[in-house]
């Protein structure tokens, strides 16, 4: 299962990431047992926006969601564009116990729970061998990593992968051992595991 990040106010609309999602394919999401996450309702860029406005945008998220599919919740948030401000990051700790940002590297040890390091498959170039490479490090090391696309095509846009990278990357995933969980989930699984 994966985790399903949204930004309701891009719901059928065209983004540059394709034609984004709508109402029927967040139905299908939940009866299929994904997680879903706030993106914030405008997709609000995570650095150029005032903190108190990212936060009324992921609250106006989490009410259109109730609205629409009363009963679910967002288990975390993904910032949108870039990292997120210190203020930012203050308004949603209380919001989220976790929330995910990018970079290139798996976590490992004491982490910021509301900046966890993601590693975008449409920034590998779809080169198999590093991410392979990379999945064994994490093994060694311990660590968890939190691999992250946009649109998934056999003709993606810059922000996605094609449909044979992402199977290899989760094959490879179930190859070097992990369990794969979606984001909320495995956020509970390492606080468990650290006894917190």
Request: glycine letters at 8%; hydrophobic letters at 40%.
């Amino acid at each position: 299962r994966g985790t399903y990040y949204v930004a309701l106010g891009l719901m059928n609309q065209r983004i540059p990431a394709g034609d984004a999602f709508s109402r029927e394919d967040l139905e299908a999401v939940v009866a299929d047992g994904h997680e879903l996450g706030c993106h914030t309702y405008d997709h609000c860029h995570a650095w150029n926006t005032p903190a108190t406005e990212f936060e009324r945008s992921v609250l106006r998220n989490r009410e259109e969601l109730e609205r629409l599919l009363p009963g679910n919740r967002f288990e975390s948030l993904s910032y949108p564009v870039a990292l997120p401000r210190p203020a930012t990051k203050r308004r949603v700790a209380r919001l989220f116990p976790c929330c995910r940002s990018g970079g290139w590297s798996f976590n490992l040890g004491e982490v910021d729970a509301v900046n966890l390091q993601a590693i975008f498959l449409e920034k590998t170039g779809e080169d198999r061998t590093a991410m392979e490479r990379l999945m064994q490090e994490n093994a060694r090391a311990g660590g968890w990593l939190i691999l992250a696309t946009h649109d998934v095509d056999d003709h993606p846009t810059v922000f996605g992968c094609t449909p044979a990278y992402f199977r290899d990357v989760v094959q490879m995933a179930l190859d070097s051992g992990a369990e794969v969980l979606p984001v909320g989930r495995a956020w509970q699984r390492v606080r468990l595991q650290a006894g917190g």
